[in-house]
């Protein structure tokens, strides 16, 4: 496949051939001469691949250790890692995650060399390896990764990292991205882009392409502001969105492959039933649950007129605001604002009984043509009632039974997250960490910002003449975001491949389609001609 849409996440690398093993500093390294340190990431239709390549001299006159590590996005995974010694090069074995862990415990154990992948931050893990290299040698490090754009809120992030940890005469950032249909906006971003760094950025751009190159000297590598002895150190992030002018999306053919991106803009939004399910347990206290407040202020004034939604506190009891859902017109949300600023911290925690209450308070609520959503926030592990995670997931599973998307959000590091995340993704939801810091409130109306506006829902994306399909059926399409299907194109003939999208929404948007109002309907069909 051209594309890997499930990356799985490499958590080791293993080399069997070095016996040196490992103790980590992120701290500079005497002796140790990095000769030239670049970044290259190349991205054609959403998909980045970034290689980072580091050449290293061990100036010391006895064999020494040499450490590299690198921060590479979360959603990223590693390719290829290569160690390049004296002329003789050795790559690395790349492990699934599952495998990983103990295979590293196990690497480790034997005395050889292994790097590890960790979190560190909202958006960043880090890589780390060393290797011994002998008086007066050199090594290059060569790091492959790769990764799928999301598109969030109407665009695309590259983000790019670099700490070097010394500055580098030889310091290169490259960036070529070229999208079929053209580049609607780009914009360079990111601490490596500000003050007299900037300085060191050029944007070139054509319409379907764009550059974007780095290149600081050594002197403005130690005088930027943000910028000490060590060199400097921080992200690079190109935003970009790309043109749309097929409002079917755009269907890209490459050898027998074809990849549909659907992200049709053009479309009304679609009213939708959401029930807030709060966590106002003790563990809330304090700033917690003043960000909550705050942040369920700005989310009610965003709802809009059309939307129905119901208020549910809880802690090792649940109450409702109102029993029903009740429309979001301007004097009930008014209201709701009012009885948000008396949440207060108290008790234990009892999600089983609260996510359970808000799939009730939807059921009762059942509109025709309207879609049913769940958003939960929670600090805290399930400890009260039912507080068996496993338990909790078939309950609510049951209760939920397909017909509404139900989100997590996970506030702080106290939160069962595995747990949540799982709830959410088996229905049809996703989940998110909110970091527990001064700017959470954002954190939660940015989370909102992405499910503000539905445009369908009940999506099925069908294909004829194709077949190894990615994921077809989607339960929600917001707008901002982008619905991504692969696979393969049968016989590698084009005369049978057809495309339709089936979905619900208020009303269709081919001028040449009478208003289907509240009815799942056919969408778009297009025969595509080569
Ligand atoms: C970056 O990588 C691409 C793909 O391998 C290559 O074509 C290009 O020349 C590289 N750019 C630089 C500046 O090294
Ligand atoms: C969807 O987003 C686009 C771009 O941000 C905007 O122009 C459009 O009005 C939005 N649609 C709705 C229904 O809000
Ligand atoms: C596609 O599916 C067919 C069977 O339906 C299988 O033989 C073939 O290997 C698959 N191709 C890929 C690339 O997965
Ligand atoms: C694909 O090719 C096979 C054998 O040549 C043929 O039997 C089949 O009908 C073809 N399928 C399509 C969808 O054209």
């Not at 090594?139 to 940890?165: C, S, W």
Request: hydrophobic share 40%.
């Amino acid at each position: 496949m051209l594309f890997s849409f499930q990356p799985c996440i490499i958590r080791i690398l293993g080399f069997s051939i070095f016996f040196l093993c490992m103790l980590l500093f992120s701290l500079p390294q005497e002796d140790v001469e990095i000769s030239s340190f670049h970044i290259n990431s190349t991205v054609t239709s959403r998909y980045a691949i970034t290689v980072i390549t580091s050449r290293v001299k061990n100036q010391h006159t006895d064999s020494k250790e040499i450490h590299f590590e690198v921060k590479i996005p979360k959603n990223a995974f590693i390719s290829k890692f290569r160690m390049t010694i004296e002329g003789k090069t050795y790559d690395g074995v790349v492990k699934e995650k599952e495998a990983a862990q103990q295979q590293y415990s196990e690497a480790v154990a034997r005395g050889e060399s292994a790097g590890v992948v960790s979190s560190v931050g909202r958006t960043l893990e880090e890589f780390k390896t060393s290797v011994t290299v002998a008086a007066l040698s050199k090594v290059t490090f060569e790091l492959t990764y790769e990764e799928l754009l999301q598109r969030r809120h109407g665009k695309y992030d590259l983000l790019i990292n670099a700490q070097p940890m010394q500055p580098v005469a030889d310091f290169k950032i490259d960036v070529s991205i070229k999208e079929n249909p053209g580049i609607s906006f780009l914009e360079v971003k990111g601490d490596l882009n500000s003050g007299e760094l900037a300085n060191a950025v050029t944007t070139t751009r054509s319409g379907e392409e764009a550059w974007i190159h780095f290149y600081p000297t050594s002197d403005q590598q130690t005088t930027c502001s943000s910028c000490t002895e060590n060199g400097l150190n921080g992200d690079l992030i190109i935003t970009y969105d790309v043109e749309r002018t097929n409002p079917n999306g755009d269907i890209q053919i490459m050898n027998k492959y074809f990849v549909h991106f659907f992200a049709p803009a053009n479309l009304i939004r679609t009213p939708k039933n959401v029930v807030f399910i709060i966590d106002r347990s003790g563990s809330m206290y304090g700033r917690k649950i003043q960000q909550t407040r705050s942040a369920l202020d700005h989310i009610l004034g965003d709802l809009d007129s059309g939307d129905h939604f119901g208020l549910i506190l809880f802690d090792s009891s649940v109450d409702v605001w109102k029993r029903e859902l009740i429309q979001a017109t301007s004097s009930n949300v008014n209201l709701a604002k009012q009885f948000v600023k008396t949440i207060q911290d108290r008790g234990t925690t009892d999600i089983n009984s609260a996510v359970l209450k808000g799939v009730e308070m939807l059921n009762k609520h059942q509109r025709e043509g309207s879609a049913s959503i769940l958003i939960l926030l929670t600090d805290g592990a399930p400890n009260t009632g039912e507080s068996n995670p496993d338990r909790i997931r078939v309950n609510v599973k049951e209760a939920i039974g397909k017909k509404m998307s139900l989100y997590c959000l996970g506030f702080g590091f106290d939160v069962n997250y595995d747990f949540l995340e799982k709830m959410a993704l088996e229905n049809n939801g996703f989940a998110r960490r909110i970091y527990e810091d001064s700017d959470a409130s954002d954190q939660l109306q940015g989370f909102y910002k992405e499910v503000a506006t539905l445009l369908l829902f009940d999506l099925e994306l069908l294909y004829e003449g194709a077949s190894n399909l990615t994921e077809t059926a989607y339960s929600m399409y917001y707008n901002g975001s982008e619905i991504i299907v692969a696979g393969e194109i049968t016989n590698n003939s084009l005369e049978s491949f057809k495309v339709e999208v089936v979905a619900f929404s208020s009303r269709t948007w081919t001028s040449s389609t009478k208003s289907t109002i509240w009815r799942r309907s056919v969408l778009s069909f297009c025969v595509l001609k080569f």
